[in-house]
């Protein structure tokens, strides 16, 4: 290998041929890896693998429609009010409610152009995955370039960072898919501390930006980066190498006050404890599972999958003896600290740096999935593994050399273009598994989308809207608010509802109020707690029942519109009180909506009465079924039972116990409509779901108060159902 740079200026990544070539093989590899996406781009996009994680399809469109709506919101608000940008349309009155999840600003430079020219957001989302694999393998290929000056090891590098079987895997976050700038911001980076002119620095520190507005996981992945740059401090103090580490630091720390000023928000909703803070923010349990495995990084299929060829590879870059130390050791940084990091806060009983940075480092406790770290390995291991076959092409050509036939300066090129094409196809090889599958999925474009919500976009004159039914719990709740949020964006009015990373308390109340709906009471509890302008019932989702129910003008709705299957209602009915306050700013509550202290309730004042609709006796399994069940409060002591959240407050509880009395899943629970008083009642209705496996259980319900494995927590006045769960459908 030859060193670093050309004094000819051939290094140039603005100029040969060589560039756009490579660019091209890249797209052609995206199209054909990606086939028939390229054919279908305006209305199918790439979920999950519907084989690996085939009940959580629904999950999957939910965040497709998530990603949709964020970057096209985005770009709405830059566009018409830049300083409202994270007051979104969703959790209305929630302040600041972008917050709630990834903002994506830095995915939309190349998202934007195609979503301005075609109004369509799944066109421009798929632009963005193929702008992925292009850039993400070609800031690789000149980044390994600068170092080897072997243009077939630079691809290869290019290959196996952008066409890494977690891209794959992971199509459905575009958060993720928009790495492809973190080649270019070290590619910058190296040639702003080796050459230290200004345009490089400007270059690193805009690249930086980019990266990470597009994701904080991608932020986090790029400080890890930037911290290479002490490999690049003179051991002596000449000033010039000084000036150029000075003048990179100054970029880093601009990049990283515009990251901390956007950050503000988050920083908010954290403090009113609407976002994790701290380490223990996440659940120890639920990190366990969505960390990685280091056996998963053998295993073809999985998503951590590093693939023998490019590990093997990269052993032999990692052991050249040449040139490029610096960037060889950056590399090894990158994939160490990204395996260390993916494997989560613990390795059996062994504590792991991303504990540390839990607690240490904000924010990063917000990071709920850590094998998403395996991309930061994958530049790693791509970057040595570009390396490690221009050192095998430096060895077989030195030997060709010593052959006097094979000295011909045609006969060289030739070798290396068949040893490159030798390991391109063994790691397509390594890489496919005929149990990898791309789970494609046709979505409906904004066309598409109902009357009702052009109807709305003309007419909606910006009052708040609810949907109906305002599903809660599981994934296919989570698809339909996704769904109905993505639809917004043809009139923006602002959302009762919505699907984020992390959602409001107030969620959930929202849900059980639109389930009581068109009952008055339900309808002026609801007016009380917050503004609402128009009710979108969607009748053909509706069961039977409820169906009859939004026939005619309820009370306090006046029926606007019906277009097909989707009714409008205007909300004419006032509040009788003022809860609105409990909403727009919230956060740990001290009371209820009524006013009453929310605190546990003293011994004397734990007795209830529970009396209830038994369910049906054969159910099927996972057999959703809502029970009618009537609360009596039979002592002197007022229960807190109606607040904005749960936490704290007295609910109905619902338990399903096997014969033995052991308790199956989590139990469900549902909000007493109102603060209960001596001998007061109120009607709730209990939503929850059979177990999944067959045999006979229990359904206990109980009133109580504190979460299922709380010290201070009670249940009081059981009702038990005796239930048989079969395998078939039940019977009716």
């Known amino acids: 290998m030859g060193p670093a740079h050309r004094s000819d200026g051939r290094d140039r990544w603005t100029s040969g041929a060589h560039v756009v070539l490579a660019g091209l093989a890249y797209l052609l590899l995206a199209v054909y890896a990606t086939w028939p996406l390229a054919r279908r781009a305006g209305d199918h996009l790439y979920g999950i693998d519907p084989v690996r994680w085939a009940g959580a399809a629904p999950l999957g469109m939910a965040d497709h429609y998530l990603n949709l709506w964020i970057l096209s919101w985005v770009c709405h608000a830059l566009r018409h009010a830049p300083g409202a940008l994270f007051d979104a349309n969703i959790f209305h009155p929630l302040p600041e409610s972008l917050a709630t999840g990834e903002h994506l600003l830095g995915a939309v430079p190349w998202y934007a152009p195609v979503f301005a020219a075609t109004g369509n957001p799944i066109a421009a989302a798929n632009a963005l995955v193929f702008v992925s694999f292009v850039l993400g393998g070609l800031g690789m290929y000149l980044l390994v370039l600068g170092v080897t000056e072997r243009r077939g090891a630079a691809f290869i590098a290019g290959v196996v960072f952008a066409f890494a079987p977690w891209r794959f895997a992971w199509l459905v976050h575009l958060q993720l898919v928009g790495v492809h700038v973190l080649p270019f911001m070290v590619l910058f980076l190296r040639r702003a501390l080796e050459r230290g002119r200004a345009v490089s620095v400007l270059a690193f520190g805009i690249a930086l930006l980019l990266q990470a507005l597009t994701s904080y996981y991608l932020a986090y992945m790029c400080a890890v980066l930037c911290a290479a740059v002490l490999l690049w401090i003179p051991r002596s103090s000449p000033g010039g190498a000084w000036r150029r580490v000075g003048a990179v630091l100054v970029a880093g720390a601009t990049a990283a006050v515009v990251v901390g000023l956007v950050s503000r928000p988050y920083l908010r909703l954290a403090a009113r404890g609407l976002l994790p803070s701290g380490a223990e923010a996440q659940a120890l349990s639920w990190l366990q599972i969505a960390s990685a495995q280091p056996a998963e990084f053998f295993v073809r299929g999985s998503p951590q999958y590093a693939g023998l060829v490019p590990v093997a590879l990269a052993a032999i870059g990692l052991g050249h003896a040449g040139g490029g130390l610096r960037l060889r050791l950056l590399f090894l940084w990158a994939a160490a600290s990204g395996f260390a990091l993916s494997l ?389």
């Not at 273009?417 to 397509?428: C, D, E, I, K, R």
């Not at 009471?521 to 609801?526: E, H, K, M, N, V």
């Not at 609709?613 to 057999?623: F, G, H, I, T, V």
């Not at 927590?713 to 079969?726: C, I, K, M, N, T």
């Open 344 to 732: 989560g806060p613990m390795s059996g009983e062994h504590h792991l740096p991303y504990e540390w940075l839990a607690r240490w480092i904000p924010g990063f406790s917000t990071m709920r999935v850590p094998e998403r770290f395996v991309i930061l390995a994958t530049f790693g291991v791509a970057g040595l593994c570009g390396i490690g076959t221009a050192r095998l092409q430096t060895l077989v050509t030195t030997r060709l050399r010593s052959r006097p036939g094979l000295r011909s300066r045609s006969t060289l090129p030739t070798v290396n273009g068949m040893l490159t094409a030798l390991v391109l196809a063994a790691l397509l090889l390594d890489w496919v598994p005929r149990e990898m599958r791309l789970g494609l999925r046709r979505f409906s474009t904004l066309a598409e989308s109902p009357p009702v919500y052009r109807w709305l976009a003309e007419h909606g004159s910006g009052l708040p809207l609810l949907e109906v039914p305002a599903r809660r719990g599981g994934f296919v709740a989570a698809e339909a608010q996704a769904r109905s949020q993505y639809r917004s964006v043809l009139h923006w009015l602002p959302l009762l509802g919505g699907y984020n990373g992390y959602q409001p308390p107030f969620l959930d109340l929202y849900a059980d109020l639109a389930r009581d709906l068109p009952a008055e009471d339900a309808l002026q509890t609801l007016v009380n707690v917050v503004d609402v302008g128009w009710v979108l019932v969607h009748t053909d989702e509706l069961d039977p029942v409820s169906r009859i129910a939004w026939q005619g003008d309820p009370r306090g709705l006046e029926r606007a519109v019906e277009l097909g299957n989707d009714v409008v209602f205007r909300v004419v009915l006032g509040p009788t009180e003022d809860w609105r306050a409990h909403l727009r700013e919230p956060g740990p509550e001290a009371t209820t909506f009524a006013g009453l202290p929310i605190q546990p309730v003293p011994d004397d004042g734990r007795t209830a009465l529970v009396d209830g609709d038994a369910p049906k006796r054969r159910l099927s399994r996972r057999q959703a079924l809502s029970i009618a069940v009537r609360v009596t409060n039979p002592t002197a002591v007022r229960w807190p039972c109606f607040a904005a959240g749960t936490d704290g407050v007295v609910r109905l509880w619902g338990t399903w116990l096997t014969a033995d009395g052991k308790a199956v899943g989590q139990p469900a629970s549902a909000r007493i409509p109102r603060d209960l008083g001596a001998g007061e009642q109120a009607d709730v209705t209990l939503v929850t779901w059979s177990p999944a496996e067959a045999g006979r259980y229990v359904l206990e319900l109980g009133v109580g108060q504190g979460a299922p494995g709380d010290p201070a927590a009670w249940r009081a006045g059981p009702r038990r159902f005796e239930v048989e769960v079969v395998g078939a459908e039940a019977d009716s």
